[in-house]
């Protein structure tokens, strides 16, 4: 087998793309390249479904984190779903679904020790194990339950509320007993959760004159959980409103992520002193082990009528930039996809 033309997406590396401020479609390079045939023990696959994530911020800056930086004129990572197309491994077999960290590219050759093996549930579309039966899935029922340490009855506040951590958050905190406020970016993202989602009350933060305000008219008993996905005025309106022994899980602070500086100035945090408040970061990495329990629930509450998701997708790898940077204007509903090829094997 000769080698295979394939496309993949970098950073660019000349000039040096580690953007300050909000990035743009020039820090990206689209480039040919050929895939070498799977050696021994190896498998190819071909792409069919990228993950596009707020995180991959975090990675074009050369910072310290918890994750490494993406390196300049290399393929990017992200997580992706394709399938086997030839096999010199047992393990798998053509056909076979496998999601993998190996996004942002066509095609790629690895050994199974770099791949997970899906087999969906029936009925469930593959890309799913993308969004609500996989990473932000997770990250919604752990930031809620082990973290949030929510319980039957309480009221619940969730921002990014229409995302992908942020609708599944929503409902979980509903399938729970609890009252559940969100606030998301448009009319038409409100409707969804309080019609699609079946949340009591939506905020749209962009058109409210002060958010403090408008989370203490739709949780006038105020807020027991808190799920924050967004940071800056949205804590501080959270904080605000949080009850005696609330707790805040701090699941993302997306408004902050193309800031310059990496403070955060949230004049009101003393409130978690004079309220006894738990505020709690979290890695969802840190709980992965319980994906497949969490997957089985997430299949019987969707078959039960009582979890719904959506996703925006965006087709071609050529288009995966901007997919990203449509995370930062709120272009998603739901969980945001990029369609690299065919689902066919
Ligand atoms: P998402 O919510 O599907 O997409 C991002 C959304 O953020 C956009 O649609 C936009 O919605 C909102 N947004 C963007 N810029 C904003 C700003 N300046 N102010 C307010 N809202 C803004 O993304 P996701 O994958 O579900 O991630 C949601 C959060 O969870 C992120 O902070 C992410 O980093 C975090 N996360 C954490 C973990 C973990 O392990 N801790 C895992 C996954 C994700 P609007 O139209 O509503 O503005």
């Not at 973290?147 to 009855?153: F, L």
């Not at 958050?169 to 038409?188: D, N, P």
């Not at 008993?221 to 799920?227: A, C, L, Q």
């Not at 899980?249 to 409130?271: E, F, L, Q």
Request: hydrophobic share 40%; with cysteine; glycine share 12%.
């Amino acid at each position: 087998m000769s080698n295979l033309k394939s496309r993949e997406i970098r950073l660019k590396s000349r000039p040096a793309s580690r953007p300050a401020g909000m990035p743009h479609e020039g820090n990206f390079e689209l480039v040919q390249n050929e895939v070498a045939p799977p050696g021994p023990g190896e498998v190819l696959v071909r792409n069919i479904w990228m993950s596009v994530d707020p995180y991959m911020r975090g990675r074009m800056t050369d910072t310290p984190s918890y994750i490494a930086p993406f390196k300049l004129g290399e393929t990017l990572e992200a997580e992706a779903i394709g399938r086997i197309i030839k096999s010199n491994t047992p393990e798998l077999q053509p056909g076979d679904f496998v999601g993998s960290m190996l996004g942002f590219r066509e095609l790629f050759s690895a050994p199974p020790s770099a791949l997970e093996k899906i087999e969906p549930a029936e009925g469930v579309p593959i890309q799913a194990y993308l969004g609500p039966l996989g990473r932000a899935g997770l990250t919604a029922y752990v930031g809620l339950i082990k973290i949030g340490e929510m319980k039957p009855g309480e009221t619940v506040f969730v921002s990014g509320a229409a995302g992908a951590v942020g609708s599944i958050a929503c409902q979980i905190a509903k399938i729970h007993g609890c009252t559940v406020i969100g606030s998301a970016g448009s009319e038409r993202k409100c409707a969804w959760l309080t019609e699609v989602g079946g949340i009591d009350r939506a905020i749209n933060y962009k058109t409210v004159q002060d958010l403090t305000k408008a989370v203490r008219q739709a949780a006038p008993d105020g807020i027991d959980v808190y799920f924050e996905n967004v940071g800056g005025a949205h804590l501080i309106a959270a904080l605000a409103n949080m009850n005696v022994k609330g707790r805040l899980a701090i699941c993302g602070m997306i408004s902050r992520y193309n800031g310059v500086t990496s403070d955060t100035p949230v004049p009101n945090i003393i409130m978690v002193l004079r309220k006894s408040l738990k505020m709690q970061g979290f890695l969802v990495g840190e709980s992965w082990d319980l994906l497949p329990q969490f997957r089985t629930q997430m299949v019987a509450w969707a078959r039960a009528g009582k979890m719904r998701w959506t996703e925006t997708v965006v087709e071609g790898l050529e288009n995966a930039p901007g997919a990203f940077l449509g995370l930062f204007s709120g272009e998603n509903l739901g969980k945001m996809l990029v369609k690299i090829g065919p689902d066919d094997a």
